[in-house]
């Protein structure tokens, strides 16, 4: 229930671009709100971006905006991350998370189910 698994992730350069997805299980995906966080080595996890069910509003972290942009595919019942310009500070483990009530928020607590992550790492 609520399985949520990510994919894309990589070894990339500063300037290049990253594509992640997530793929969800739930068949109910197209009525939750979504995010990405991420967990940088010794840092907390942090909101990254959000999106709500139909994809009309979407929430950025102030660190991505204009580089990253958040969409999503119901008929799919996936999530993708597409990320410019990268810098080293991107590198961390990024997270997708579903909130099966409510709309999309940059609180991690309100999100219901994670996914295990996948890693991006942006050499410089």
């Known amino acids: 229930q609520g399985r949520l698994v990510e994919s894309g992730g990589g070894l990339v350069q500063a300037g290049d671009s990253l594509r992640i997805s997530c793929a969800a299980s739930e068949r109910k995906f197209s009525g939750y709100a979504m995010g990405w966080f991420r967990q940088a080595p010794g840092k907390e996890r942090d909101f990254v971006a959000a999106?709500?069910?139909?994809?009309?509003?979407?929430y950025y972290a102030d660190s991505v905006k204009g580089r990253f942009t958040i969409s999503r595919d119901n008929a799919k019942n996936t999530l993708n991350l597409q990320m410019r310009s990268l810098e080293p500070e991107d590198t961390a483990v990024y997270y997708c998370?579903?909130?099966?009530?409510?709309?999309?928020?940059?609180?991690?607590?309100?999100?219901?189910?994670w996914g295990q992550g996948t890693q991006v790492t942006v050499s410089s």
């Open positions: 998370a579903s909130r099966v009530w409510g709309e999309a928020t940059q609180n991690q607590d309100d999100y219901d189910y």
């Open positions: 999106i709500n069910w139909s994809g009309v509003s979407t």
